[in-house]
């Protein structure tokens, strides 16, 4: 599965610039948004994706913050991990908030490395949920098994293997749910393996 990096800043920075250069050299793919609601309405679409968010803290006056777009992703998603960069780190007057909102980190833009290094440990803390783990499980069985495995819920719908990582990526209700149970089982099966 891809890990992309959607950038979201009303200042976007050319194809030349440093960021661009070296996050193409890490991600899969890098997408730009200049207007919040579009990089929602795409972060909503990929969810299937792995996704890691770079957004700027600032937007002109007329725009939401940082704050506002980070509590709008995680009406969303809250797995995705957010990077605050700003060019004035002084203009931040809501840390607290940022941190309930589980910001992953915040940068002053002109810190180039710590910037890139948060970006890597992102992606590599998004490539390691539960998501990747079941992708793998299922990459092992064929096209026709996958989708002739069932798993049968209590309410008594019937979920193929390759339905359960959609509703689990696409984090609906049903998803949330077998997400919560797979963490169980697995976190019971290694204790038991322990004793």
């Given amino acids: 599965m891809k890990t992309i990096l959607v950038i979201i800043d009303d200042n976007l920075p050319e194809d030349f610039d440093p960021i661009i250069v070296r996050s193409e050299e890490i991600f899969d793919e890098v997408e730009r948004f200049e207007f919040p609601s579009e990089a929602i309405q795409y972060i909503s679409n990929n969810l299937d994706k792995y996704l890691v968010v770079l957004l700027d803290y600032k937007f002109s006056e007329d725009e ?15 797995l995705i991990p957010v990077i605050i960069w700003t060019a004035e780190i002084g203009q931040i007057d809501d840390y607290p908030e940022l941190i309930n909102r589980h910001a992953y980190a915040v940068h002053s833009k002109v810190k180039m490395e710590e910037i890139m290094e948060s970006l890597i440990e992102a992606k590599n803390e998004t490539r390691n949920s539960i998501l990747e783990a079941l992708e793998e499980y299922i990459s092992k069985y064929s096209e026709g098994d996958q989708q002739s495995i069932k798993l049968e819920s209590l309410n008594g719908k019937s979920y193929s293997l390759k339905e359960l990582f959609s509703e689990i990526s696409n984090r609906t209700e049903i998803g949330l749910d077998i997400e919560k149970i797979l963490v169980k089982m697995t976190i019971k099966s290694l204790l038991e393996d322990n004793e």
């Avoid at 777009?69 to 969303?76: F, P």
């Fill in 64 to 78: 939401e913050t940082g704050t506002q777009i980070i509590s709008n992703i995680r009406g969303i998603s809250s």
